[in-house]
């Protein structure tokens, strides 16, 4: 799949969380970016695996002077860092008074991010998600967006955020796609949104806001439901202990990926084996599989992800309608409800109430 570029409107609506828990989730070996120009989160957020701080001068400041001489897709190891959990991340810039000096790279950092997937070095190659921030009209971002194999904009469902959202959908769509009628329908990369939202209202708002986007002739549909769950999202930050792989927040970032995969599957180089940084669902009785591709050891408390056989993509555009898990538990867990969710009665930390 290469890349995939994760973006906000404005305010607060959770990018960052989500671009994390997509890429620890990534069937394939996935690197991590922060692109903000405004500044990134995780350097205050994480810890390296031995514990001391990360580096802030080894990320996306040193990638992009790199930049400037040219840059191979190889050479973005050399600007990563492995954190706590073992997601392999490209810290972004510190402050935005730093974003000056990185502006003019985003062409050349997008160019290079959609080729790591396509590295003919089996060591290297890995899919791109890029934390871009928000996008605003006038942001250096935006220059990476050509090189995605699909840019998703994370929102809330307050009829303000979505109403600025699809604003936003509507000016990237004639940017990225042009201006002619239909463009929007076929055009490449396509966009997407991600919802934020209460697990218990996500299919009904979820159809209404589809509605509204084909009203608007944005050629953007929902692309998948992503659970407000402030407890998980403190977990996967390491803020708060607990079990994050099932919590609603994750839970429910399964099933975007899955959708992803089913639906992009095109673009995507084969899997031969390929982890993650947080655990499958697991059968009972059974063992998430070693990590491979040769790359240290994923730590125990998270485990490894194996390769996923996504099932072939639904015929009548670029989005799948939302689908609901087989019967019996979704994507593993039991008793799964809509959207990867809980059923009634479930309790959202594992058992039952």
């Known amino acids: ?61 040193s990638l992009a002077a790199t930049a400037r001489r ?46 790591l997937a396509r590295s003919p070095h089996e060591e290297a190659a890995a899919d791109v998600v890029a934390d871009c921030g928000r996008l605003g009209p006038d942001s250096p971002a935006l220059a990476l967006l050509p090189h995605a194999a699909v840019v998703l904009l994370v929102t809330r469902t307050q009829p303000e955020n979505l109403a600025h959202t699809r604003e936003r959908a509507l000016a990237l769509s004639a940017r990225l796609h042009g201006q002619h009628r239909g463009a929007a329908q076929h055009g490449r990369p396509p966009i997407g949104l991600l919802l934020v939202t209460d697990p218990s209202q996500g299919g009904r708002i979820a159809g209404q806001v589809n509605e509204m986007l084909t009203a608007a002739g944005s050629g953007t549909r929902v692309a998948g439901l992503v659970a407000e769950d402030a407890a998980g999202a403190d977990q996967l930050a390491g803020r708060r202990r607990g079990r994050v792989d099932k919590s609603l927040l994750v839970r429910s970032a399964r099933k975007v990926v899955a959708d992803l995969h089913q639906t992009y599957r095109e673009l995507a180089p084969a899997v031969t084996g390929a982890h993650g940084t947080l655990p499958p669902p697991q059968p009972a009785g059974g063992a998430a599989a070693p990590p491979s591709h040769g790359h240290a050891p994923v730590p125990p408390q998270y485990g490894a992800q194996g390769p996923h056989a996504p099932a072939p993509a639904p015929p009548g555009g670029p989005w799948p309608p939302p689908t609901m898990p087989p019967a019996g538990g979704g994507y593993g867990y039991p008793s799964s409800g809509g959207y990867g969710y809980p059923a009634p009665g479930d309790d959202p930390h594992g058992g039952r109430r």
């Not at 995939?4 to 828990?21: L, R």
């Open 1 to 61: 799949m290469a890349l995939i570029a994760v973006a906000a409107d404005k305010g607060s609506p959770g990018a960052t969380t989500t671009a994390v828990a997509l890429a620890a989730l990534w069937p394939r070996r996935a690197l991590l970016a922060e692109v903000d120009p405004a500044g990134g989160d995780l350097v205050y957020r994480s810890a390296r695996e031995d514990g001391r701080p990360l580096d802030p001068g080894t990320g996306l400041l």
């Open 70 to 115: 040219g840059i191979a897709a190889e050479q973005l190891w050399d600007h990563s860092q492995r954190v706590s959990g073992g997601l392999d991340v490209i810290v972004g810039l510190t402050s935005s008074d730093q974003g000056t000096g990185v502006s003019g790279q985003f062409g050349a950092l997008g160019k290079a991010f959609a080729e």
